[in-house]
């Protein structure tokens, strides 16, 4: 176990857990129901998002072969079968309109075992999630090809018109009937909006009107494919071509191996509605020529060409030098479809190396730091604050709707709040446009806590701003709470007094800050104040409407302040 | 290092995503993981010529790659959201870099909030800050980059690293950083990083 792990974390897998059938059963149902279950132990593995081909098993143990250099990459070959004799698919101009592309292969006389089977069943549906999008991008279908006869057609009708029996049920229905039937399907009725409101849905039919599968909902269950199957017709359809080449190109490189002739792969012809044929699987070899130097240089050793020819061709990248040994030429299979830069080739060359076996060191870089000159400001502000004697307190910048207006005695629109389009919670709507409602909230979360409770915060807060390439932007606020049984207008006031002295900032009119009494609805009726500094109001204090206060669930009288510090800066 | 400026939570899918070269079709672009933004929900303004740039990559490729050949839409990068990594802020501040007339070596941190739509758990938050570094100079290696890293965490009192190859959209190669936790007796991730790609 030690010793996979070892070799995952090197590769750049992740070992999630050991785990087994019966842990598993165990953990979830509780062990009367894990009774039975398989003992037989199993390694949840986490494969990085961009490498399709490690997703199965065959793939996963293919890679780490080739990496331990126990094996050779395998040459993933195409078999064009001679003129007429094979596979056709025909598409019609119908699908256009709503899944335009389609690509096909066979894999003719494979044998497969129970383990084989469910593997394959996996790895598409592994596909479909990832690269496939949830089936929005490609919708993989594979079929038994001795119960079908070719050419096959790939048009869209209308819902009324197509009728088959879905995979797995005892009766024919048409397909409008099969999106009521699989609407309560936990699996299949999150596809269903992909087709429903179209005109046309997409089908694919053989030469007897034998439907294949209706994609990218359900396959027919004429064609369902069994342990037995020997010849299977694979076919992808879907909105993106080239995503459609690679899961068909994956799908067949992966599974060959357990053709009569590993590793080959029978092409299949599609026709195009303005007549243009083009040979599936591409399987395409692209050739890359690298210089040994700049992975010498990228990865900061410095290796020989032919030893990075080596480490090169253990990550699936047959590679050998070239020219006058200045040059690595590099062969890129069609499983590797995440190599689409020298760079990526840069990063396999170090996984082979070693990550851990890099030397490290530091840039000979000379720069001067520099703070930001508001955080600079910040900083400073909160060190002296906690002097005052107030607590620092950090909270959310999201919170409910009601949190910065209706509770503050405001209505939402004059906030000039940013809305969140999709909430998990009710309490993350918006965007806080004042820190207040954090300090009282943090209040009624410690009303145990001894009186004064004195709490401060600096932090950001977001309105909407037309001026600002993004439509909104943060403002930098200081707010400043008193929680006690008098409600220590006085305290607050002084608070600002302080924060205006370390600030600098006189208290005359000229050139300084006043304060100038005024009505707030979040303030008690002539308890409350704006402060003016610079030339413009930055904030309001007071002592808090007793509304305001029940409507956090507090209970003592309380006095707030709350500025905007950046005309400060 | 230098701190770069993270004050705006909220950012345009195009700098948080886009000029990340994180395809549109991403999982991670979905509703699950992103909060994007009702009002404003577009972002009105993006640098034109930088945009067309990003486009032409992600859908033809370019700089050396083949880039993703997709149909790259403008409506898509508009999108306002808030920000899920404050790599988008060193993004920006790249930006900036690129359009000097001289280039000069940068070395640029920031630690700020980001935000992500999961459901809060045990190790989860909706709202969480993140340290971010970046380094920026002719001849640069992935030893470079672990020597600084090093470093970094050396200072935190976390000595016992390890790298494990990994995969962001926007760096090849990329490392996650481990660290032997003691108590808990065994390796944690304690970092992402990478070499942008060229």
Known sequence: DEEFNELCFEFGLELDEITSEKDIISKEKGEEKAKGASDTVLYKIDVPANRYDLLCLEGLVRGLQVFKERINLPRYEKIIPAQGEGQRLIITEETVQVRPHAVAAVLRNINFTKERYD??????????????????????????????????????????????????????????????LYRTDSHLRHYLHLIENKPLYPVIYDSNGVVLSMPPIINGDHTKISVNTRNVFVECTGTDITKAKIVLDIIVTMFSEYCEKPFSV????VVYPNGKTHIYPELAYRKEKVKPELINKKIGISETPSSLAKLLTRMCL???????GNNIEIEIPPTRADIIHACD??????????????QMTIPKTYTIANQLPLNKLTELLRLDLAAAGFTEALTFALCSQEDIADKLGMDISATKAVRIANPKTAEFQVARTTLLPGLLKTIAANRKMPLPLKLF???????????????????????????????????????LDRVMQLLEVPPNEENGYTIKATEGSAFFPGRCAEIFAKGQSIGKLGVLHPDVITKFELTMPCSALEINIEPFV | FTEMPTDNFVESSFWN?????????????????TFFLQDPAEAPELPAGYTAKVKKVHSQGGYGSQGYKYEWRLEEARRNLLRTHTTSASARVLYQLARQEKFSPVKYFSIDRVFRNESLDATHLAEFHQVEGVVADRGLTLGHLMGTLRQFFTKLGITQLRFKPAYNPYTEPSMEVFSYHKGLKKWVEVGNSGVFRP
Do not use: W
């Not at chain 1, 029978?266 to 012809?269: D, R």
């Not at chain 1, 047959?318 to 006058?324: A, I, L, P, Q």
């Not at chain 1, 080739?345 to 890099?358: F, K, L, M, P, R």
């Open chain 2, 17 to 33: 995503f886009d000029a990340l070269f994180q395809p549109q079709q991403h999982p991670a672009r979905d509703q699950h993981d």
């Open chain 1, 266 to 269: 029978e092409a299949a012809e």
């Open chain 1, 119 to 180: 593997s394959f069943i996996d790895l598409q549906e592994k596909l479909h999630q990832n690269i496939c999008r949830r089936r929005a991008l490609v919708a993989i279908g594979t079929h038994d090809l001795d119960t079908i006869s070719g050419p096959f057609t790939f048009t869209a009708k209308a819902p009324s018109e197509i009728k088959f029996k879905p995979l797995n049920q005892s009766q024919e229905y048409t397909a409008s009937q099969i999106m009521d």
């Open chain 1, 318 to 324: 047959k590679s050998h030098v070239t020219g006058n």
């Open chain 1, 345 to 358: 080739i840069v990063e396999d060359a170090a996984i082979a190396y070693g990550y851990n076996n890099i």
């Open chain 1, 457 to 495: 915060e600096i932090s950001d807060i977001v309105v909407k701003d037309p001026n600002t390439d993004v439509g909104a932007r943060n403002y930098r606020h200081f707010c400043a709470v008193y929680y006690n049984k008098s409600p220590g207008f006085e305290i607050i006031h002084g608070l």
